[in-house]
């Protein structure tokens, strides 16, 4: 799928926008409607704390790729684990586990 930068978006990337109410969005893609030019984003930080955690449906118009190299920290990391844990994805929790434990180690 592709957005107006003519960046192709697949699930799992992250993204940042501005949803339909003039929110602040960075989450990550669940899910796409090809269709409807729709991605479903669940939302890991908003300047509205009530859609933190929620999968909300964005336009492709309305969002833009995150680059891959912008590291995570570790609340993001803390926020990506528990949701490992609530879907039951043993590899990326172990994953994430890793570079969490490796943040707090660089950090001593």
């Known amino acids: 799928m592709m957005n107006d930068h003519k960046t192709i978006l697949k699930n799992s990337d992250w993204v940042k926008g501005i949803s339909r109410h003039g929110e602040l969005i ?10 409807q030019e729709a991605v479903y984003v669940v939302v890991a930080e908003s300047d509205n704390e009530e859609l933190i955690g929620k999968t909300i449906p964005m336009s492709l118009t309305q969002v ?19 949701l490992a844990l609530s879907t039951g994805d043993k590899e990326w929790f172990k994953e994430l586990s890793a570079e969490l434990n490796g943040k707090k180690q660089s950090v001593n």
């Not at 960075?26 to 269709?35: C, E, K, L, R, T």
């Not at 790729?65 to 990506?80: M, V, Y």
């Open 64 to 82: 833009e790729s995150i680059p891959d190299n912008e590291t995570k920290d570790a609340g993001q990391l803390e926020f990506l684990i528990d």
């Open 26 to 35: 960075i989450g990550f893609i669940d899910s796409m409607n090809i269709f």
